[in-house]
């Protein structure tokens, strides 16, 4: 990492915005858009094109337009370090934005310190990590979505209140899967509890990996809910595994496990199988249902997404694009959410005003229930969402006396 940064310093040029026309601003983005769980990183890209696009054909702010470019990590630190280093001492974009995963993201943190007399910060990362939110490295960064500490301790108290007390955890060997392991563990703790047994997998696993012995070590304990801290790869191979050797209680999972995309690996091994693999399944979310059409940010993104015919980046072998998701909701909240961030400094956009800017969002309204305020804070939104497989897709939970035990 040494030599990196020594290539960084002599790099950096102190130029300003580095825009492809005169009142155009770049923004970079590293994110995984191939490999084992690239839907996450193309689905993401999707949502938040689609709502940049439009933005830009109403004229962006003031006539200053954004574009974005981004970069492949495969999910992958190293990668996403690299790309990091040609944003800022080669392509100059205004900021980094919407970078995804948590030991991608966490690995660039360094950077931001280094270059801290640059102004260079990361807006809306799509990772509810904690070191994104604590020092020294929390004043780079303005997240939007609530923290994976947040997502778990609402995931642990609704289960205790309907008597499930013996949490098992299943989780990523990596940054990302000890911060929800932490998270589990701290949640369990206020209510003078621990979890009764765990395993953890290495990052990168397919829908194909065989977890048996993992799923068989976990239910030894007698969990009457697993909590997943994986990716949805992962997580689709783990409930397969499990259910198979005949654990049929609650299993949760979180955000960045991308529901939909789990549900069908599910469904697709239930087809195979003769099995169905979606019941007493639970997902958290940290925006609300897509197909909630009584919030006016919903009709929007539905609209714009119907609308929108941006070709996938990076595509893969047999990706399709979905109509709508929680991933590419999100994707086009922090396009919604960076372009009122523009319109706040369309008379002067400068880096070093981002922190000023930041500071004026507070009770903006999105039109998803929740207004968005940074005020004196760097995280925009707090909600918790839980969803449950309903009709052949994940709903929001209406009742949780279901799952009383």
């Not at 109403?58 to 992958?76: F, S």
């Not at 923290?147 to 989780?171: H, W």
């Not at 981002?354 to 995280?379: A, C, L, N």
Request: proline residues 4%.
């Amino acid at each position: 990492m040494t030599v990196c940064l020594l290539v960084v310093c002599l790099g950096f040029a102190g130029r300003l915005v580095r825009a492809d026309s005169e009142r155009e601003l770049v923004f970079g983005m590293s994110a995984a858009f191939t490999g084992a769980n690239s839907e996450l990183g193309i689905e993401f890209y999707r949502g938040l094109m689609a709502y940049l696009e439009y933005f830009n054909a109403q004229g962006g702010a003031d006539g200053w337009t954004i574009k974005v470019t981004p970069a492949n990590d495969g999910y992958n630190p190293a990668p996403c370090f690299q790309n990091t280093v040609r944003f800022i001492t080669q392509d100059n974009v205004f900021a980094l934005f919407s970078y995804v995963g948590t030991p991608t993201t966490t690995h660039i943190l360094p950077l931001l310190q280094k270059f801290e007399n640059q102004n260079i910060f990361l807006l809306f990362p799509f990772t509810g990590a904690q070191p994104l939110r604590s020092e020294p490295y929390g004043k780079y960064i303005y997240t939007a979505r609530a923290s994976y500490y947040e997502e778990t301790a609402g995931l642990v108290d609704q289960l205790v209140k309907i008597g499930r007390t013996r949490i098992g955890v299943f989780y990523q060997s990596d940054a990302y899967g000890r911060n929800g392991w932490d998270g589990i563990r701290r949640a369990l703790k206020k209510h003078e509890l621990a979890i009764v047994s765990e395993a953890s997998y290495r990052r990168g696993a397919s829908s194909a990996q065989d977890f048996t012995d993992e799923a068989r070590h976990i239910v030894e304990a007698e969990p009457d809910a697993i909590i997943i801290i994986g990716t949805y790869a992962s997580q689709s191979a783990f409930i397969r595994d499990v259910r198979n050797v005949g654990y049929a209680d609650l299993l949760a999972g979180i955000s960045f496990a991308d529901s939909d995309k789990t549900l069908d690996l599910l469904k697709a091994a239930g087809i195979r199988d003769g099995k169905d693999y979606s019941v007493n399944l639970i997902n958290s979310q940290v925006v609300p249902s897509y197909t909630d059409l009584s919030l006016p940010g919903v009709r929007l993104y539905q609209k714009v997404l119907e609308g929108y015919t941006g070709q996938p980046i990076s595509p893969g072998e047999g990706y399709i694009p979905r109509k709508f998701s929680y991933v590419s909701f999100e994707g086009f909240l922090n396009g919604l959410l960076l372009g009122e961030v523009i319109k706040r400094m369309a008379d002067d956009p400068r880096r070093d005003r981002i922190p000023e800017v930041m500071r004026s969002i507070t009770h903006f309204d999105m039109g998803i229930g929740e207004t968005v305020s940074f005020g004196d804070k760097y995280q925009g939104l707090n909600a918790i969402y839980f969803t449950t497989v309903k009709d052949g897709s994940f709903q929001p939970v209406t009742d949780w006396e279901q799952w009383r035990q």
